[in-house]
Protein backbone atom coordinates (compact mmCIF):
# COMPACT_ATOMS: atom_id res chain seq x y z
CA UNK A 1 0.00 0.00 0.00
CA UNK A 2 1.37 3.63 -0.59
CA UNK A 3 -1.20 5.36 1.84
CA UNK A 4 1.15 7.33 3.89
CA UNK A 5 1.80 5.92 7.23
CA UNK A 6 1.20 8.23 10.37
CA UNK A 7 1.59 7.82 14.16
CA UNK A 8 -0.26 10.10 16.10
CA UNK A 9 0.42 9.94 20.24
CA UNK A 10 -2.40 10.64 22.90
CA UNK A 11 -5.10 9.52 20.09
CA UNK A 12 -7.38 8.43 22.90
CA UNK A 13 -9.17 11.75 23.02
CA UNK A 14 -8.97 15.55 22.31
CA UNK A 15 -6.47 16.78 19.88
CA UNK A 16 -5.28 13.59 18.68
CA UNK A 17 -8.54 12.02 18.73
CA UNK A 18 -9.47 14.22 15.72
CA UNK A 19 -6.18 14.39 14.54
CA UNK A 20 -6.19 10.62 14.02
CA UNK A 21 -9.63 10.76 12.57
CA UNK A 22 -8.31 13.46 10.52
CA UNK A 23 -5.48 11.59 8.96
CA UNK A 24 -7.95 8.29 8.96
CA UNK A 25 -10.15 10.35 6.86
CA UNK A 26 -7.38 11.55 4.55
CA UNK A 27 -6.38 7.67 3.88
CA UNK A 28 -3.51 7.33 5.85
CA UNK A 29 -3.00 4.26 8.13
CA UNK A 30 -3.00 5.37 11.61
CA UNK A 31 -1.73 4.29 14.51
CA UNK A 32 -2.50 5.60 17.94
CA UNK A 33 -1.58 5.42 21.52
CA UNK A 34 -2.59 6.18 24.91
CA UNK A 35 -1.96 4.49 28.17
CA UNK A 36 -6.02 3.68 28.26
CA UNK A 37 -7.85 1.97 25.25
CA UNK A 38 -9.77 3.97 22.88
CA UNK A 39 -13.70 4.09 22.95
CA UNK A 40 -14.32 4.59 19.15
CA UNK A 41 -12.16 3.24 15.92
CA UNK A 42 -12.69 4.13 12.46
CA UNK A 43 -11.21 2.56 8.88
CA UNK A 44 -7.45 2.63 8.83
CA UNK A 45 -7.21 3.04 12.52
CA UNK A 46 -5.25 1.06 14.99
CA UNK A 47 -5.04 2.01 18.75
CA UNK A 48 -2.19 0.50 21.17
CA UNK A 49 -2.08 1.00 24.78
CA UNK A 50 1.33 2.50 25.48
CA UNK A 51 2.60 4.66 28.48
CA UNK A 52 4.93 7.73 26.13
CA UNK A 53 7.20 7.46 29.22
CA UNK A 54 7.94 4.24 29.18
CA UNK A 55 11.01 3.93 26.79
CA UNK A 56 10.45 -0.59 26.47
CA UNK A 57 6.72 0.23 25.44
CA UNK A 58 7.81 3.48 22.73
CA UNK A 59 10.07 0.85 21.39
CA UNK A 60 7.66 -2.17 21.54
CA UNK A 61 5.54 0.18 19.65
CA UNK A 62 7.33 1.60 16.63
CA UNK A 63 9.04 -2.43 16.32
CA UNK A 64 4.93 -3.27 15.51
CA UNK A 65 4.79 -0.12 13.56
CA UNK A 66 7.65 -1.63 11.22
CA UNK A 67 6.67 -5.36 11.27
CA UNK A 68 2.85 -3.95 10.24
CA UNK A 69 3.65 -1.03 7.97
CA UNK A 70 7.56 -1.48 6.97
CA UNK A 71 7.75 2.55 7.52
CA UNK A 72 6.92 5.25 9.00
CA UNK A 73 6.05 8.88 7.60
CA UNK A 74 4.53 11.07 9.83
CA UNK A 75 4.63 11.43 13.70
CA UNK A 76 2.92 13.52 15.56
CA UNK A 77 3.94 14.37 19.70
CA UNK A 78 0.73 15.08 20.91
CA UNK A 79 0.52 13.11 24.35
CA UNK A 80 0.93 15.86 27.22
CA UNK A 81 -0.49 16.44 30.76
CA UNK A 82 -0.85 19.96 32.31
CA UNK A 83 -0.72 21.00 35.52
CA UNK A 84 -2.47 24.66 36.33
CA UNK A 85 -0.79 25.18 39.85
CA UNK A 86 0.98 28.06 41.00
CA UNK A 87 4.87 27.45 41.39
CA UNK A 88 4.40 27.91 45.21
CA UNK A 89 1.87 25.25 45.39
CA UNK A 90 3.33 22.48 42.74
CA UNK A 91 4.20 19.25 44.17
CA UNK A 92 7.47 17.48 43.24
CA UNK A 93 5.69 14.62 41.93
CA UNK A 94 3.33 16.51 39.48
CA UNK A 95 6.76 18.39 37.98
CA UNK A 96 8.60 14.97 37.34
CA UNK A 97 5.30 13.79 36.12
CA UNK A 98 4.78 17.15 33.47
CA UNK A 99 8.73 16.57 32.67
CA UNK A 100 8.57 12.45 32.15
CA UNK A 101 4.96 12.63 29.59
CA UNK A 102 5.72 16.11 27.77
CA UNK A 103 9.82 15.92 27.43
CA UNK A 104 11.04 12.45 28.01
CA UNK A 105 7.96 11.27 25.92
CA UNK A 106 8.06 13.40 22.82
CA UNK A 107 12.45 12.58 23.33
CA UNK A 108 11.78 8.60 22.89
CA UNK A 109 9.12 8.93 20.35
CA UNK A 110 11.21 11.36 18.14
CA UNK A 111 14.60 9.49 18.54
CA UNK A 112 12.61 5.85 18.13
CA UNK A 113 10.68 7.12 14.83
CA UNK A 114 13.82 8.61 13.31
CA UNK A 115 15.21 5.65 13.68
CA UNK A 116 12.58 4.00 11.39
CA UNK A 117 12.39 7.24 9.06
CA UNK A 118 16.02 7.29 8.44
CA UNK A 119 15.99 4.12 5.99
CA UNK A 120 13.87 5.91 3.94
CA UNK A 121 15.24 9.24 3.73
CA UNK A 122 12.07 11.08 4.59
CA UNK A 123 10.03 11.71 7.76
CA UNK A 124 7.82 14.50 9.33
CA UNK A 125 7.71 14.86 13.08
CA UNK A 126 5.52 17.27 14.47
CA UNK A 127 5.76 18.12 18.59
CA UNK A 128 2.85 19.68 20.13
CA UNK A 129 3.80 22.63 22.46
CA UNK A 130 1.61 25.54 23.53
CA UNK A 131 0.48 28.99 23.52
CA UNK A 132 1.36 29.76 26.93
CA UNK A 133 5.09 29.22 26.38
CA UNK A 134 5.40 32.50 24.67
CA UNK A 135 2.74 34.34 26.72
CA UNK A 136 4.84 33.39 29.99
CA UNK A 137 1.79 32.57 31.53
CA UNK A 138 1.35 32.53 35.09
CA UNK A 139 -0.15 29.48 37.24
CA UNK A 140 1.41 27.28 34.79
CA UNK A 141 5.25 27.82 35.20
CA UNK A 142 5.91 23.89 36.16
CA UNK A 143 3.66 22.88 32.85
CA UNK A 144 5.39 26.18 30.67
CA UNK A 145 8.65 24.52 31.79
CA UNK A 146 8.24 21.51 30.21
CA UNK A 147 6.45 22.64 26.61
CA UNK A 148 9.20 25.02 26.53
CA UNK A 149 11.80 22.30 26.78
CA UNK A 150 9.77 20.27 24.23
CA UNK A 151 10.54 23.82 22.22
CA UNK A 152 14.21 23.57 22.46
CA UNK A 153 14.32 19.52 21.51
CA UNK A 154 12.46 20.72 18.78
CA UNK A 155 15.19 23.02 17.56
CA UNK A 156 17.94 20.72 18.23
CA UNK A 157 16.50 17.35 16.16
CA UNK A 158 15.95 19.48 13.66
CA UNK A 159 18.83 20.04 12.84
CA UNK A 160 20.12 16.04 13.86
CA UNK A 161 17.79 14.65 11.99
CA UNK A 162 17.39 17.08 8.87
CA UNK A 163 20.70 14.71 7.15
CA UNK A 164 18.40 12.64 7.02
CA UNK A 165 15.65 14.08 5.47
CA UNK A 166 13.49 14.62 8.65
CA UNK A 167 11.76 17.69 9.51
CA UNK A 168 11.03 18.26 12.74
CA UNK A 169 8.94 20.96 13.76
CA UNK A 170 6.74 22.54 16.89
CA UNK A 171 3.15 23.55 16.65
CA UNK A 172 1.39 25.46 19.84
CA UNK A 173 -1.41 26.02 19.79
CA UNK A 174 -4.15 27.98 22.10
CA UNK A 175 -6.57 26.81 24.03
CA UNK A 176 -8.93 23.90 22.67
CA UNK A 177 -11.78 22.64 24.42
CA UNK A 178 -10.49 19.39 24.98
CA UNK A 179 -10.21 17.58 29.23
CA UNK A 180 -6.89 18.84 29.16
CA UNK A 181 -8.21 22.35 29.50
Known amino acids: MDSPVTLVTGSRTGIGKCL ?3 YAGLGHRVVGCSRGPADWDAPGYTHVRADVTDERSVGDLLSLVRREFGRLDHLINNAGIA ?3 HALLTPARSVDALLRTNVL ?3 LFCREAAKLMRGRGFGRIVNLTTVAVPLHLAGEAAYVASKAAVEALTRV ?3 E ?5 ITVNAVGPGPVETALT
Not at 161 to 165: I, K, L, Q, R, V
Open 83 to 85: SMN
Open 161 to 165: FAPFG
Open 157 to 159: LAR
Open 20 to 22: ALH
Open 105 to 107: GTF
